[in-house]
């Protein structure tokens, strides 16, 4: 039986309302990367790591897949990515971070990308 506490409890119900509210952003990218689409490797969507969820991770290659919308670009938004970042790069994951407008536009090079690192 495993114990959580009130913290862990409130990052399991919002992960929860994420997956359900998905951006279309997301959705684009998690129809092209869902279901082994990049080779051997599982990616996962709205992924629990220490006390965040981030939009997707491959947790045996140890990357994070970050898309920002206009919010991160504001300075409380940029400030908590640089944070976010770090904390998640000393835990050894790789934050690859796109945005809104390249999930739109520039989708196969995304992808590419994100198999360059999943592959490395």
């Given at each position: 039986?495993?114990?959580?506490?009130?913290?862990?409890?409130?990052?399991?119900?919002?992960?929860?309302?994420?997956?359900k509210n998905m951006?279309?952003?997301?959705?684009?990218?998690?129809?092209?990367?869902?279901?082994?689409?990049?080779?051997?490797?599982?990616?996962r969507r709205q992924?629990?790591?220490?006390?965040?969820?981030?939009?997707?991770?491959?947790?045996?290659?140890?990357?994070?897949?970050?898309?920002?919308?206009?919010?991160?670009?504001?300075?409380?938004?940029?400030?908590?990515?640089i944070k976010r970042?770090?904390?998640?790069?000393?835990?050894?994951?790789?934050?690859?971070?796109?945005?809104?407008?390249?999930?739109?536009?520039?989708?196969?090079?995304?992808?590419?990308?994100?198999?360059?690192?999943?592959?490395?």
């Amino acid at each position: 039986m495993r114990f959580r506490n009130n913290e862990t409890e409130q990052l399991i119900t919002y992960k929860k309302h994420l997956r359900k509210n998905m951006t279309h952003e997301e959705v684009i990218l998690w129809q092209a990367i869902r279901n082994a689409q990049l080779g051997k490797w599982r990616i996962r969507r709205q992924v629990i790591i220490k006390h965040y969820i981030v939009d997707f991770a491959c947790i045996p290659a140890r990357l994070v897949i970050e898309i920002d919308g206009s919010q991160h670009y504001q300075a409380q938004g940029l400030a908590y990515d640089i944070k976010r970042t770090e904390e998640l790069n000393q835990l050894g994951f790789k934050v690859l971070r796109f945005t809104n407008h390249q999930i739109k536009t520039q989708l196969r090079n995304v992808l590419e990308d994100i198999y360059l690192h999943l592959n490395r």
